[in-house]
């Protein structure tokens, strides 16, 4: 197969406009080696290539089951080097829209960051062991890895002015780190400059759409996110965006949609457990929770919440002390821990006081203090009376 890419101009790391250039040399290659009175089964593919790319969209999706069925269906009537140069470019489009899909070299760092082991993904992952193509998406996880364990810093101070500029992937970065520390606005005006004008990089696509949509601006995050092509990480921030505003409906069909191309993969299993299929996604969190490779306390909290969302809240209780007992100062768990002991009718004094300490802006005690104040100004209205 990556000879004969090769031979027609690829290298890794086009751009969609190279791919859409190779397509077209392949339509020309089958012009001349299908019979006259024979369709094109690549014609298709060019076309709709070449449109989506006019209308901005992701020619990723032409590998949705429907396409790719009716194409092999039309190849299966030629023989010989047609045939096979058809199925070349399908499985083409399909393996290398995604520096992370499951057939290249950066598949267990990328498993690694999606199981929450973000130490992992630091100490055990040498960027200069990968090839040359891959080290800079190498360099991007690890700093998102820093980021997720809060070494914004760190994160910032590597990336020079100069290397931002030069490079877009770099600058979201640069920009992610400093939302994440500070959340301000300077960060989410320079996410919007990126993606306006560095809209089709996938970096920029990840990190940026994060930034918008926790900048409560999530239709500019899907519009951003929407232009990827084949990624499961863009896949994943969609259907969580999805989720956020309450539309399980199109955070299920976005799931579904990556089936098409990504049939086992951790991130669609991740993506789907987001459903109201609790069961579906307790048997996924208890999973990767459980097994010694791949437990996290991110991924004991997911378990947790299923199982509150089943009723089970003394085995949520076991799942959220053995998260917190791996990260005491985990907001997530935390927040989790206020929310049990209040089901549990326990006294949530001690709970929110913790959290507190970790995270005093956390959103669950935002939105304590906003009911607080509606419950004050509800209580205003009334004077109490007593019978003598």
């Not at 209308?55 to 949705?64: I, Q, S």
């Not at 760190?154 to 290397?163: F, L, P, T």
């Not at 951003?224 to 092509?229: A, E, G, R, T």
């Not at 259907?239 to 990504?262: C, G, M, P, W, Y």
């Amino acid at each position: 197969m990556s000879a004969k890419l090769v031979a027609l101009g690829y290298t890794p790391g086009h751009s969609r406009n190279s791919i859409l250039c190779l397509l077209q040399s392949v339509q020309a290659l089958l012009s001349t080696a299908v019979s006259p009175t024979s369709s094109l089964p690549c014609q298709a593919v060019v076309d709709q290539s070449a449109s989506a790319a006019a209308a901005g969209m992701p020619t990723g999706y032409l590998m949705k089951e429907d396409n790719t069925t009716s194409i092999a269906r039309q190849s299966a009537t030629h023989t010989g080097y047609t045939s096979q140069l058809t199925l070349l470019v399908l499985l083409f489009l399909n393996n290398e829209m995604d520096p992370f899909s499951s057939s290249g070299e950066l598949v267990n760092i990328h498993t690694t960051f999606t199981q929450s082991q973000y130490s992992s993904v630091l100490s055990d992952y040498d960027a200069a062991s990968f090839s040359p193509e891959n080290r800079l998406p190498i360099q991007i996880l690890q700093y998102r890895a820093q980021c997720a364990l809060g070494q914004y810093d760190d994160v910032i101070g590597s990336i020079s002015d100069s290397d931002a500029k030069s490079m877009p992937d770099l600058a979201a970065v640069r920009v992610y780190a400093s939302y994440l520390q500070h959340g301000s606005d300077n960060a989410v005006t320079e996410a919007e400059r990126l993606a306006e004008r560095q809209g089709d990089n996938l970096t920029v696509q990840l990190l940026c759409g994060t930034v918008l949509a926790r900048a409560a601006k999530p239709e500019q995050a899907v519009q951003l996110l929407s232009k990827h092509q084949g990624s499961l990480d863009a896949v994943a921030l969609i259907v969580q965006i999805h989720l956020s505003q309450n539309r399980t409906d199109l955070a299920i069909k976005e799931a579904r949609s990556a089936r098409s191309f990504a049939q086992d993969a951790l991130l669609v299993n991740l993506a789907e457990s987001g459903s109201e299929n609790y069961q579906k996604a307790f048997y996924v969190f208890e999973e990767l929770a459980q097994g010694p490779s791949s437990t996290s306390a991110t991924s004991l909290i997911a378990q947790a919440v299923s199982e509150l969302h089943m009723g089970r809240v003394e085995e949520a209780e076991v799942a959220l002390n053995q998260a917190l007992t791996m990260e005491p100062g985990n907001s997530t768990a935390l927040a989790n821990r206020t929310v049990l002991d209040c089901i549990l009718g326990k006294d949530v004094g001690e709970s929110r006081r913790n959290l507190e300490g970790v995270d005093a802006e956390h959103e669950i005690l935002e939105d304590f203090r906003l009911k607080r104040e509606a419950f004050g100004v509800a209580m205003g209205k009334y004077t109490p009376k007593f019978e003598p």
